[in-house]
């Protein structure tokens, strides 16, 4: 039996549908987006993320999601979820999305709800956002609450029928003050198999950035190891499989075209920023994202060096990692745009991207699963549904910039 506290998600996007569907395991919900035609096609129990079935939102009640001109909802809500972009501005963290949410929602706030943010954020900005103007309205920390709690989701991974590998993934807490944390703590403690409280709002945010720092830090390492070790002939999965025998000290991170999401290549600019604004330096950090866009502009260069304009070429993948329907910062998708740019003959297969407008032309992707059709195969996106097999025994080069065929040396597999 479901308790009677009402929770309130406003962004449903790769963050806030799938938590929405785990918290309306133990409560009742309500989802707020502004983009008016994801809330038709969730009323109706159409998903638009690939981790999410339509049966599992078949099972929602037919009140459960609203645009934001419905707003006037939030008042009855216990929990106020905010899951809305971060994105980046000229180099600098742009939370606009929040802070307009936020006046939006305001005259809807009411005494003893709770505010969590999930958003990933540069350090102090909960409290810049939100602590001034709940204060003008209520008593924070006495009859209104405000929490931080990062997003740690990894998309394509979720298990879908139980959710059980995203609710094992242990969820940092944190407070305004120790009221506030109760209140997460009394909600989150209920839907996520493990929490971990941090002792403030700033040591949650931060730890978030060094998570997707470390990620950006050690792919870099090995994209730029790539790089050098292609030169001396040697293919880097070799080389960190054997690496990665060592039991401890060494953990494993591969290389690929580059970096995309809404994370990694994004947030070790937060910090960046906010290190120049207190007038300090993140050199490491600054290599790493480098590093990172390096990779493409190399990748993208070998293969320019070695085809034809006349050759009929396939892209294997153009989402920014495996099995996810993302095309945010997509290394796969801005080699794929720049061989259109160069007027190559082009086409692509992604099973989660039906079709692409680039530069005013709608590109679809190709049903055939004939590979001897291309003179040249680039896999640049390793989804799980490609035939490995038949595209190695028909294609008659294939560019591999996942090690996927990483045991092989055939003179028809270029390792990239
Ligand atoms: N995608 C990930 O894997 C991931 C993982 C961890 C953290 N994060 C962080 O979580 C946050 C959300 O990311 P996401 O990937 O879910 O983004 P998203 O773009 O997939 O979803 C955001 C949703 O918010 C809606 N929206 C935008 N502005 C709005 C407004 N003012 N009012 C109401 N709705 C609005 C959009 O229509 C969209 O549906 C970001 O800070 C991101 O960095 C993302």
């Known amino acids: 039996m479901k308790k009677k506290l009402n929770v309130g998600i406003i962004g449903l996007g790769y963050v806030g549908l799938p938590l929405l569907l785990l918290i309306n395991k133990k409560f009742n919900v309500f989802g707020f987006d502004k983009d008016i035609n994801r809330i038709k096609l969730l009323k109706k129990g159409i998903s638009y993320n690939s981790d999410i079935k339509n049966s599992e939102l078949k099972r929602l009640r037919s009140n459960t999601f609203y645009s934001n001109i419905n707003y006037n909802k939030i008042s009855i809500c216990d929990y106020i979820i905010i899951c809305l972009p971060s994105p980046l501005k000229k180099n600098c963290p742009d939370m606009s999305h929040i802070e307009n949410c936020f006046i939006e929602i305001y005259k809807y706030l009411r005494k003893n709800q709770t505010i969590i943010l999930e958003s990933s954020v540069y350090t102090g900005a909960t409290k810049d956002i939100f602590e001034k103007k709940i204060n003008k309205k209520f008593k924070l920390g006495k009859n209104f609450f405000l929490c931080y709690s990062p997003e740690r989701i990894d998309p394509g991974k979720r298990n879908i029928e ?88 060494f953990t494993k991170f ?93 086409n692509y297969k992604d099973p989660y991207i039906k079709n692409i407008n680039v530069n005013g032309k709608i590109y679809y992707s190709t049903s055939t699963n004939n590979y001897n059709k291309f003179d040249a195969i680039l896999l640049l996106t390793d989804h799980s549904d490609f035939n490995y097999k038949k595209i190695l025994k028909e294609g008659k080069l294939i560019f591999d910039t996942r090690g996927k065929y990483k045991k092989l040396n055939s003179s028809k597999i270029y390792h990239l």
């Open 254 to 346: 591969l290389p690929g075209p580059g970096v995309g999401g809404h994370c990694i290549p994004i947030d070790p600019i937060f910090m960046s920023w906010l290190a120049k604004k207190n007038k300090s330096e993140t050199k490491f950090i600054n290599l790493s994202v480098q590093a990172n866009k390096n990779v493409t502009y190399w990748i993208t260069k070998n293969i320019l060096q070695r085809l034809k304009k006349t050759d009929k070429i396939l892209v294997l993948g153009l989402t920014y990692k495996k099995d996810i329907n993302d095309l945010r910062e997509s290394p796969s998708l801005k080699i794929f745009k720049k061989l259109i740019v160069k007027k190559y003959n082009i």
């Open 162 to 249: 139980n959710q059980t590998a995203y609710k094992n993934i242990t969820k940092l807490i944190s407070g305004h003050s120790n009221k506030c944390l109760k209140k997460i703590k009394f909600l989150y403690g209920k839907v996520f198999n493990s929490i971990y409280e941090c002792d403030s709002l700033e040591i949650a945010e931060t730890a978030k950035l060094l998570e997707n720092i470390y990620r950006s830090v050690n792919i870099g390492l090995v994209n730029e190891m790539k790089i050098l070790t292609h030169k001396l002939n040697l293919n880097i999965h070799k080389i960190i499989d054997a690496a990665a025998s060592k039991p401890f000290g």
